[in-house]
């Protein structure tokens, strides 16, 4: 009888195996392998043209250069670094709160019309990113829809700007308003970090980055949106009853029943907006290639700039695995400050 | 029934998605090349037209491949490149009709890609490159010092016939490797209907820095939105008026970066100066997304562009009125840029594919083939002995064709991306004002310094 069970288990084992291989070759020839590659090219100077076996062994030293020897790598690295970061910092905020806000009006039981929002709201989501990114290139002309909008609800207080061309970073912006430029700002506004000034880092998010910025959060809205709503309909309805019945309003609802219970999936979806904002590419290669003044450089522009204009596919390398470390490093913060309560 | 509906309605979205998506790809190339205001440099000229259709051009199969399918042993050749108009694709896939249609033993497959560099790079590392290829004077230094070009010298039929700034933009450390498949010059275009309303007399040859400023200056007309010039922060353009000024960019065997001279500050502060003194602007604040555009809309009234302006005024803009001309002279004379592609073989193929392979190079680079190609008008011929027939058809285009003559090679060493990036960096800092153009020479020459020590 035993042993019966045991072959049960073992056929049950082999099927499920068997069910399993076609996707593990698929992980493994498609993610594992080249992950290791990756990893291993890191760690020499191969050009990307030549056949890899022909690249040096270099040890550590693409990481060197771009995190400890000064020169335009390191300062080129902790631009897009700093880049990526402002981008993270603006997109995924505005996205997680917009997206749960859209996903709270769509789930109205009185809302007419409901698959029509969600549809509409999901639609860049599912559009091709650079046939989005090609028609913002027209609406943040100087002349394009967007400044003629701005201009129209200020009342023509709005100047124009040519967006995708603008390098004036947001805080240098206010702080000049404020008075404070380069020139004549406190001594350590010139101080040297990293390969950038202290003036620099403090830039905040150009004009151009801006603009990509809320391109992105437009186009992210829709998924993060439906996530929310996929986990809005799993809230009993029972929970929202009973605090009807003890008189809660709209908001103290919102805050006190539907917030908490969905903080497991606010953890899933400000972790998938970090890694989404970490590894922008697509709407930088269509619209700005790291422009103006690179302050649109991001780190995984910067990983394709390496490796195929600059045939420097081992820096290329280093710099992707630097990226992965950086992400996967926030991810485990990120548990760490709203995993603990979710798992609970 | 609502079943049903579903369907329907399922599958009207899946049409859509593949429309979006496809759509998105045909263009992507393009725009990512050099849509936008601070890319186009390092983009092959030919890429630069705007209207570039990404489509290979109809597969025919020409006639002549039927008629005699297995001559000899028939060694199958591909030629990989990028495409450019749809006329110039249509006209290169005739060109190679005609060589295969006269060689039976030798068949080449033209194929066109979109994401050139890209499909380039991974084959050559794949161990399994085109058997000919596009090469741009700036990316050569790149693969040459890979080991991914077999030289050509002495496999070229009458290689002193090019002319001498093509083949210095193929030479690289003394030897030549690819032959020049056609080029073109940076020019001055100007806008006759606007210099007659203005009473200018129009751009010659004999004009100078002052000619260029004044007649920008009285050009302008600021509240109109109406430039004098329009400038893109690029070094592949500012360079000219370095070349102009008399300075140079490095010593003559790169060991040592020059880029911060006297000359070459006296030309940075006339291009900056023309944007910050508001005779000039760039094509982002003129609504274009390169100069061309900005020229074709009658933003501004000159651009400096080269032959491939042409064409994409044709398609876009063919009320607009306009002459070419060279570029003005600078303090140390004349000067213009060279902006070419050669068609290349890779080292790492056998012996009998490479004499194939240089089969066919020659034929399209000699009189023949190039005459072929270059009819079109689209291309300009790399032979000095095809000038004076090309110049017959196409008299307007002599300004660009002459340029030859002075023109400089777009050509430095590997590695150079970073100096590029750092001066288009600059040029956009200096034409907003948060650099000075010594800060942008001094930036340029440190990271130039640096590449070279690499």
């Given at each position: 009888?035993?042993?019966?069970?045991?072959?049960?288990?073992?056929?049950?084992?082999?099927?499920?195996?068997?069910?399993?291989?076609?996707?593990?070759?698929?992980?493994?020839?498609?993610l594992?392998?080249?992950?290791?590659f990756?990893?291993?090219?890191?760690?020499?100077?191969?050009?990307?043209?030549?056949?890899?076996?022909?690249a040096?062994?270099?040890?550590?030293?693409?990481?060197?250069?771009?995190?400890?020897e000064g020169?335009?790598?390191?300062?080129?690295?902790?631009?897009?670094?700093?880049?990526?970061?402002?981008?993270?910092?603006?997109?995924?905020?505005?996205?997680?709160?917009?997206?749960?806000?859209?996903?709270?009006?769509?789930?109205?039981?009185?809302?007419?019309?409901?698959?029509?929002?969600?549809?509409?709201?999901?639609?860049?989501?599912?559009?091709?990113?650079?046939?989005?990114?090609?028609?913002f290139?027209?609406?943040?002309q100087?002349?394009?829809?967007?400044?003629?909008?701005?201009?129209?609800?200020t009342?023509?207080?709005?100047?124009?700007v040519?967006?995708?061309?603008?390098?004036?970073?947001?805080?240098?912006?206010?702080?000049?308003a404020?008075?404070?430029?380069?020139?004549d700002?406190?001594?350590?506004?010139?101080?040297?970090?990293?390969?950038?000034?202290?003036?620099?880092?403090?830039?905040g998010p150009?004009?151009?980055?801006?603009?990509?910025?809320?391109?992105?959060?437009?186009?992210?809205?829709?998924?993060?949106?439906?996530?929310?709503?996929?986990?809005?309909?799993?809230?009993?309805?029972?929970?929202?009853?009973?605090?009807?019945?003890d008189?809660?309003?709209?908001?103290?609802?919102?805050?006190?029943?539907t917030?908490?219970?969905?903080?497991?999936?606010?953890?899933?979806?400000?972790?998938?907006?970090?890694?989404?904002?970490?590894?922008?590419?697509?709407?930088?290669y269509?619209?700005?290639?790291?422009?103006?003044?690179?302050?649109?450089?991001?780190?995984?522009?910067?990983?394709?700039?390496?490796?195929?204009?600059?045939?420097?596919?081992?820096?290329?390398?280093?710099?992707?695995?630097?990226?992965?470390?950086?992400?996967?490093?926030?991810?485990?913060?990120?548990?760490?400050?709203?995993?603990s309560?979710?798992?609970? | 029934?609502?079943?049903k509906?579903?369907?329907?309605?399922?599958?009207?979205?899946?049409?859509?998605?593949?429309?979006?998506?496809?759509?998105?790809?045909?263009?992507?190339?393009?725009?990512?090349?050099?849509?936008?205001?601070?890319?186009?440099?390092?983009?092959?000229?030919?890429?630069?037209?705007p209207?570039?259709?990404?489509?290979?051009?109809?597969?025919?199969?020409?006639?002549?491949?039927?008629?005699?399918?297995?001559?000899?042993?028939?060694?199958?050749l591909?030629?990989m490149?990028?495409?450019?108009?749809?006329?110039?694709?249509?006209?290169?896939?005739?060109?190679?009709?005609?060589?295969?249609?006269?060689?039976?033993?030798?068949?080449?497959?033209?194929?066109?890609?979109?994401?050139?560099?890209?499909?380039?790079?991974?084959?050559?590392?794949?161990?399994?490159?085109?058997?000919?290829?596009?090469?741009d004077?700036?990316?050569?230094?790149?693969?040459?010092?890979?080991?991914?070009?077999?030289?050509?010298?002495g496999?070229?039929?009458?290689?002193?016939?090019?002319?001498?700034?093509?083949?210095?933009?193929?030479?690289?450390?003394?030897?030549?490797?690819?032959?020049?498949?056609?080029?073109?010059?940076?020019?001055?275009?100007?806008?006759?209907?606007?210099?007659?309303?203005?009473?200018?007399?129009?751009?010659?040859?004999?004009?100078?820095?002052?000619?260029?400023?004044?007649?920008?200056?009285q050009?302008?007309?600021?509240?109109?939105?109406?430039y004098?010039m329009?400038?893109?922060?690029?070094?592949?353009?500012?360079?000219?008026?370095?070349?102009?000024?008399?300075?140079?960019?490095?010593?003559?065997?790169?060991?040592?970066?020059?880029?911060?001279?006297?000359?070459?500050?006296?030309?940075?502060?006339?291009?900056?100066?023309?944007?910050?003194?508001?005779?000039a602007?760039?094509?982002?604040?003129?609504?274009?997304?390169?100069?061309?555009?900005?020229?074709?809309?009658?933003?501004?009234?000159?651009?400096?562009?080269?032959?491939?302006?042409?064409?994409?005024?044709?398609?876009?803009?063919?009320d607009?009125?306009?002459?070419?001309?060279?570029?003005?002279?600078?303090?140390?004379?004349?000067?213009?840029?060279?902006?070419?592609?050669?068609y290349?073989?890779?080292?790492?193929?056998?012996?009998?594919?490479?004499?194939?392979a240089?089969?066919?190079?020659?034929?399209?680079?000699?009189?023949?083939?190039?005459?072929?190609?270059t009819?079109?008008?689209?291309?300009?011929?790399?032979?000095?002995s095809?000038?004076?027939?090309?110049?017959e058809?196409?008299?307007?285009?002599?300004?660009?064709?002459?340029?030859?003559?002075?023109?400089?090679?777009?050509?430095?060493?590997?590695?150079?991306?970073?100096?590029?990036?750092?001066?288009n960096?600059g040029?956009?800092?200096?034409?907003?004002?948060t650099?000075?153009?010594?800060?942008?020479?001094?930036?340029?020459?440190?990271?130039?310094?640096?590449?070279?020590?690499?």
């Open positions: 009888m035993a042993s019966g069970i045991k072959g049960q288990d073992r056929e049950d084992a082999v099927a499920g195996w068997l069910f399993m291989t076609p996707a593990l070759i698929v992980f493994i020839v498609f594992i392998i080249p992950i290791i990756a990893l291993y090219f890191s760690l020499t100077d191969w050009n990307g043209i030549s056949p890899p076996a022909e040096n062994w270099v040890g550590l030293d693409n990481y060197q250069t771009v995190l400890l020169g335009i790598r390191q300062s080129d690295f902790f631009k897009a670094l700093k880049n990526t970061t402002y981008f993270a910092i603006g997109v995924v905020p505005l996205q997680t709160i917009l997206s749960l806000l859209l996903a709270v009006i769509i789930n109205q039981r009185l809302l007419r019309y409901k698959e029509f929002f969600r549809t509409a709201y999901y639609f860049p989501s599912i559009t091709s990113s650079v046939a989005i990114s090609l028609i290139l027209f609406l943040y100087r002349s394009g829809l967007v400044n003629n909008a701005l201009e129209f609800l009342f023509g207080a709005w100047e124009p040519a967006w995708m061309s603008d390098a004036r970073g947001l805080f240098h912006i206010i702080l000049e404020l008075g404070v430029t380069l020139r700002g406190p001594e350590f506004l010139r101080g040297e970090l990293l390969g950038l000034t202290v003036w620099d880092w403090i830039s150009s004009v151009a980055l801006m603009a990509i910025m809320i391109m992105n959060t437009w186009t992210t809205i829709g998924t993060m949106m439906i996530i929310f709503v996929a986990a809005l309909q799993d809230i009993p309805g029972s929970v929202y009853e009973a605090a009807q019945v008189g809660a309003t709209a908001w103290p609802t919102f805050r006190r029943i917030v908490p219970l969905l903080r497991p999936t606010i953890f899933f979806v400000v972790t998938l907006g970090l890694i989404g904002t970490y590894q922008v590419f697509d709407q930088i269509v619209m700005s290639s790291g422009g103006p003044a690179k302050t649109t450089l991001t780190m995984a522009y910067m990983v394709y700039r390496n490796g195929f204009r600059n045939s420097e596919m081992g820096l290329g390398a280093a710099i992707a695995i630097l990226l992965f470390v950086i992400i996967f490093v926030l991810t485990l913060i990120q548990r760490r400050i709203t995993g309560e979710a798992e609970q | 029934m609502t079943r509906w579903y369907k329907l309605l399922a599958f009207f979205l899946v049409l859509t998605m593949a429309l979006v998506a496809c759509g998105g790809q045909e263009e992507e190339p393009p725009a990512g090349a050099d849509g936008e205001q601070d890319v186009p440099t390092e983009a092959p000229p030919v890429e630069e037209e209207e570039a259709e990404e489509e290979p051009p109809a597969e025919e199969e020409p006639p002549a491949e039927e008629e005699e399918p297995a001559e000899g042993t028939g060694a199958e591909q030629l490149g990028w495409s450019s108009s749809e006329a110039e694709n249509t006209r290169l896939q005739a060109v190679i009709d005609d060589f295969n249609a006269a060689n039976g033993n030798i068949q080449v497959n033209l194929n066109l890609v979109p994401d050139y560099d890209t499909r380039l790079q991974t084959s050559l590392a794949g161990g399994a490159p085109p058997d000919v290829f596009y090469i004077s700036f990316r050569l230094p790149d693969l040459v010092d890979a080991g991914a070009v077999e030289p050509a010298e496999r070229i039929e009458d290689p002193d016939d090019f002319y001498e700034s093509l083949r210095d933009a193929f030479t690289y450390n003394g030897t030549f490797y690819c032959p020049p498949k056609d080029f073109s010059t940076l020019g001055l275009q100007y806008n006759t209907d606007m210099f007659d309303a203005a009473g200018l007399e129009y751009p010659n040859e004999d004009w100078t820095w002052d000619d260029l400023r004044s007649a920008a200056e050009l302008t007309n600021e509240e109109e939105g109406v004098g329009v400038l893109s922060a690029d070094f592949a353009r500012w360079i000219a008026f370095l070349y102009q000024a008399g300075g140079e960019v490095a010593n003559e065997d790169f060991t040592e970066m020059t880029i911060n001279s006297p000359e070459a500050q006296e030309a940075m502060d006339f291009y900056v100066n023309m944007v910050l003194d508001g005779f602007a760039q094509p982002a604040d003129l609504d274009s997304g390169w100069a061309g555009e900005a020229f074709g809309r009658e933003r501004a009234a000159m651009s400096m562009e080269g032959n491939w302006i042409v064409p994409a005024l044709a398609d876009g803009f063919p607009v009125n306009y002459g070419v001309t060279q570029l003005p002279a600078g303090p140390a004379g004349e000067a213009t840029m060279a902006f070419t592609v050669c290349g073989v890779p080292a790492d193929i056998p012996d009998e594919r490479k004499e194939a240089f089969e066919v190079v020659n034929y399209l680079t000699g009189a023949e083939g190039m005459k072929a190609w009819d079109l008008g689209l291309a300009m011929p790399t032979r000095q095809l000038r004076d027939q090309w110049l058809q196409f008299p307007d285009l002599q300004p660009f064709l002459d340029g030859a003559e002075h023109a400089r090679a777009w050509q430095f060493v590997t590695g150079f991306q970073d100096v590029l990036d750092t001066v960096n040029l956009q800092q200096a034409f907003a004002g650099m000075t153009s010594e800060q942008v020479l001094e930036q340029a020459q440190e990271v130039g310094t640096e590449v070279l020590n690499r």
